[in-house]
């Protein structure tokens, strides 16, 4: 006679969310190439929002086949050269964007707000493009990413607590990041994130060239506003909602 456990509802429930499979076409970047660091921000509280967004249940990069390949590409010319490629965010849900939307709207300034957005208030962001109600990155065609030396250099974690200098500091007092200085941190909003600032030093624009150029060669457009973020025209426009989970 076989012998029949019980398994409580809830139980189930989770290992199905577990187990559903991402939509055809979408891929674990890790599944593709493990070597490319990953530094998901928005599913951790080191973000402008100073929490995990809604829909990020894992940091990991999702993206699309035909990007995890030209990622991929990229990563390959450049660990010769003593170099690797860290994403910050890939594929983002539909409920995140509402969630970053929802947020904009309410006028309380907080701290997290106030290191990555020194100089706007948040309803600056929507007139100046940095907040939308739809955006690239849940169609899976867009991500942010930056630039780290190989070997990885350790870094020190996230204290939520700590008054770090807001994204325009010297990196040494900003948040914990082990990646090249581009001259600003991730996520910043400040005319010193966009690509082609003239107040940066010659060595963080040189960076910022070598990842632009990297990206291009493989078909990505910067966005010149941000100097993390690359997308690559052809992708479908259908924004998806499904949450970012482990491989």
């Not at 969310?17 to 593709?32: E, K, M, T, W």
Request: proline share 6%; aromatic share 8%; with cysteine.
């Amino acid at each position: 006679m076989k012998r029949i456990i019980a398994i409580p509802a809830i139980l189930l429930g989770m290992s199905a969310a577990l187990a559903q499979p991402l939509p055809a076409d979408f891929v674990h970047l890790s599944g593709i190439d493990p070597t490319i660091i990953q530094d998901m921000r928005y599913a951790t509280p080191n973000n402008f929002v100073g929490r995990v967004l809604n829909g990020y249940e894992a940091g990991e990069c999702i993206v699309t086949r035909r990007v995890g390949a030209a990622l991929k590409r990229v990563q390959d010319d450049l660990r010769p050269r003593g170099l690797s490629l860290k994403m910050y965010d890939c594929y983002r849900p539909q409920r995140a964007v509402d969630d970053m939307y929802a947020w904009a709207r309410d006028q309380r300034e907080t701290v997290a707000q106030r290191r990555y957005n020194p100089k706007m208030r948040k309803e600056d962001l929507f007139r100046l493009g940095y907040i939308a109600r739809h955006s690239g990155h849940s169609t899976g065609k867009a991500v942010d990413l930056t630039l780290v030396r190989l070997p990885v250099p350790q870094v020190a974690s996230f204290d939520p607590h700590a008054a770090y200098a807001d994204c325009t500091g010297p990196q040494q007092r900003r948040a914990p990041d082990n990646s090249v200085d581009m001259g600003t941190g991730y996520d910043c909003s400040d005319e010193n994130a966009h690509t082609g600032s003239k107040a940066i030093t010659p060595q963080q624009r040189k960076w910022r060239e070598i990842l632009v150029s990297a990206m291009a060669k493989q078909g990505f457009i910067n966005y010149r506003l941000e100097w993390w973020h690359f997308s690559l025209p052809g992708q479908g426009n259908t924004a998806f909602d499904f949450p970012v989970t482990k491989r």
